[in-house]
């Protein structure tokens, strides 16, 4: 599949859960992250082409207030390759406030951390 990322994502080094703001349902965790989008992991499949309402708890490091909404599509959904439990959900933002979007490129930048190898496997640092 060709690459169609337009922006660097970074593998994220912090734990941080994403709800839907209707349900209150923990949707996943954030994997991976970039000024555009975001992989979460998640424990069920999720549709794709689908715009969910996120919740996101903020830290005070890049925020003064305890949570942010926003909207993302949900752009591919597979089987996480070694835990088959586990799918990983790619999401493009889509709608999120000015003061927010600000907020999202801290934690990218505070919390977003390069890979030393792109072909490298975070979850097996021996497999190339």
């Not at 859960?17 to 975001?38: A, K, P, Y």
Request: net charge positive; hydrophobic share 35%.
């Amino acid at each position: 599949m060709a690459e169609r990322r337009h922006k660097d994502r970074k593998d994220f080094s912090y734990y941080m859960r994403l709800t839907d703001v209707d349900t209150g349902q923990l949707v996943g965790h954030l994997v991976d992250i970039s000024t555009e989008g975001f992989k979460l992991d998640s424990q069920k499949v999720l549709p794709v082409d689908k715009v969910f309402r996120f919740h996101m708890d903020l830290t005070s490091e890049v925020a003064n207030k305890p949570f942010m909404v926003f909207k993302a599509r949900s752009k591919w959904c597979q089987t996480d390759p070694f835990d088959p439990f586990v799918y990983n959900v790619g999401f493009e933002l889509v709608e999120i406030a000015p003061s927010d979007l600000d907020i999202f490129k801290r934690i990218v930048e505070q919390y977003g951390t390069n890979s030393v190898d792109k072909r490298r496997n975070v979850r097996n640092p021996n497999r190339w």
